[in-house]
């Protein structure tokens, strides 16, 4: 089991572009929560999905949108970016039963220039 | 709203016991996770609690008391490698079908030989 994958690790872009970050949970999940994680700070919670569809959502804008395909795999979008979106963005997928932890894969590292 | 609390930063030597205290404030509590995250890597999984008391798992225990808002993780025998942040993270169920995992801004643990 390969656990939660997340592609790419790093990113460099340029401010007002636009990202896109990709995720495939742990095989048998499929609850997939984004969150960013600025430095020296815990992670902060942007959405989350189920059944392909946008199930809670933080404190972000609109600029962060995000899918879920079939297999359960996601993307989280990122528009018109700023410095300030430069951040870990984590990944974590689990089971949509009571209880169950959440599994997280090692981040994409964006760095906003 | 939803408001966890953690001390910033935590010393300790090897071999000791240290006790990192979590209190939170949640709509809809569904159970508290602690998590440990090493630099650059993604945070892991380390307990779970949803009723009150405390659960053993070797070195590390946690303990929850929903009446008081309050939790803690104690490690025993402390060894180098457990200096990581530890994250505090509260499930929380504001509606039946879907719930999200909120964490506080982590204790960095250092431990000194």
């Known amino acids: 089991d390969a656990g939660v994958t997340q592609s790419p690790t790093h990113l460099i872009k340029t401010r007002g572009q636009q990202v896109t970050l990709r995720c495939s949970p742990k095989?048998?999940?499929?609850?997939v929560s984004w969150y960013q994680q600025a430095l020296g700070q815990g992670p902060q919670f942007i959405f989350q999905?189920?059944?392909?569809?946008?199930?809670q959502r933080g404190n972000f804008p609109d600029r962060f949108s995000g899918h879920q395909f079939p297999n359960y795999s996601s993307e989280l979008n990122v528009n018109a970016l700023l410095l300030g979106d430069s951040a870990l963005y984590l990944c974590?997928?689990?089971?949509?039963?009571?209880?169950?932890?959440?599994?997280f894969g090692q981040g994409t590292r964006l760095t906003v220039v | 709203g939803q408001n966890i609390d953690q001390p910033t930063e935590m010393t300790a030597t090897e071999g000791a016991i240290v006790q990192i205290n979590c209190t939170y404030q949640?709509?809809?509590?569904?159970?508290l996770f602690w998590y440990q995250q090493h630099a650059g890597e993604a945070p892991t999984f380390l307990s779970y609690?949803?009723?009150?008391g405390l659960e053993e798992k070797g070195r590390f225990s946690s303990f929850l008391s929903r009446s008081k808002g309050y939790s803690y993780l104690l490690l025993k025998e402390l060894q180098m490698k457990d200096s990581a942040s530890y994250l505090c993270?509260?499930?929380?169920?504001?509606?039946?079908?879907?719930?999200?995992?909120?964490f506080g801004s982590g204790t960095r643990l250092s431990i000194r030989p």
């Open positions: 999905y189920y059944e392909e569809e946008e199930r």
């Open positions: 095989s048998g999940h499929d609850t």
């Open positions: 949640t709509s809809g509590f569904n159970g």
């Open positions: 609690n949803v009723l009150d």
């Open positions: 974590a997928s689990s089971e949509d039963r009571e209880g169950t932890e959440a599994f």
């Open positions: 993270a509260v499930r929380d169920w504001t509606y039946s079908s879907a719930s999200k995992i909120i």
